[in-house]
């Protein structure tokens, strides 16, 4: 697709991207910055909020997007503010990559995929937050054939886990899941549900191009309503 000419409304937009494992959405969200000439970022905000707080990257990816269970008593997984208030180290992540989304936010329009981010910009006026699912069967071919490519960084499977389709079927039961309940969990809203987004896409329906003219559309009908004068106000001609 080409660079859109968009208008400055469009352009002042922060979009995030919620996503079905192999549904497509860092496709979606490459493909939608790509068309509106503003920066993308994913997997990019676990090194900027390790850096933020000064962890180690390989814990911040441990955690990415999942809930689990500190043992309280393990200090290898707490990092202290202070030697009075320890905090468990999946809080902190997900306060720190809030805080770097928020901060990405404040410096112009972008594209955020997944990291709950509709919810930590939701006192931010300029946002448009998208999810995009598809059939199970659908995204089984969608992991294979990035795999075939080798995009395995992409799809959160190793190499050894792409021996046959019911091993990705559960691979992908147990993502989704894993995303459902840290959504949850952090925002106390349900993930994937309708009323939590201003769009949802199904790329099995239309595919990822298909999907990306949609958003780019609902955008453009967003953006005109905006610009519409308020009432009292008169039309420049």
């Not at 000419?5 to 790509?34: D, H």
């Not at 594209?111 to 659908?138: H, K, M, N, Q, W």
Request: proline share 3%; charged share 30%; with cysteine.
């Amino acid at each position: 697709l080409p660079r859109r000419k968009a208008g400055k409304s469009i352009m002042n937009k922060v979009i995030t991207v919620s996503r079905e494992f192999g549904s497509g959405g860092r496709e979606l969200g490459v493909k939608l910055a790509e068309a509106l000439g503003i920066p993308f970022y994913d997997k990019e905000l676990i090194s900027m909020a390790a850096d933020d707080i000064n962890i180690a990257e390989e814990a911040f990816r441990k955690y990415d997007e999942h809930v689990i269970e500190d043992d309280p008593l393990d200090h290898k997984i707490h990092h202290s503010f202070s030697e009075l208030y320890k905090v468990p180290m999946s809080d902190q992540i997900f306060v720190a990559q809030s805080n770097v989304i928020r901060r990405l936010a404040s410096h112009g329009p972008c594209v955020i995929v997944g990291r709950c981010a509709d919810y930590a910009l939701a006192d931010y006026p300029e946002t448009v937050s998208v999810f995009i699912c598809a059939d199970e069967a659908d995204k089984i071919e969608r992991i294979k054939e990035l795999h075939n490519v080798n995009d395995a960084c992409h799809t959160e499977l190793e190499p050894e886990e792409c021996i046959n389709e019911k091993d990705m079927e559960m691979k992908i039961r147990a993502v989704d899941r894993k995303r459902r309940d840290y959504y949850q969990y952090y925002t106390g809203n349900t993930w994937g549900r309708a009323q939590n987004y201003h769009l949802c896409v199904d790329s099995s329906l239309v595919g990822v191009d298909g999907c990306l003219r949609a958003a780019l559309a609902y955008l453009e009908d967003v953006c005109k309503d905006e610009e519409k004068p308020e009432d009292g106000e008169k039309e420049t001609v």
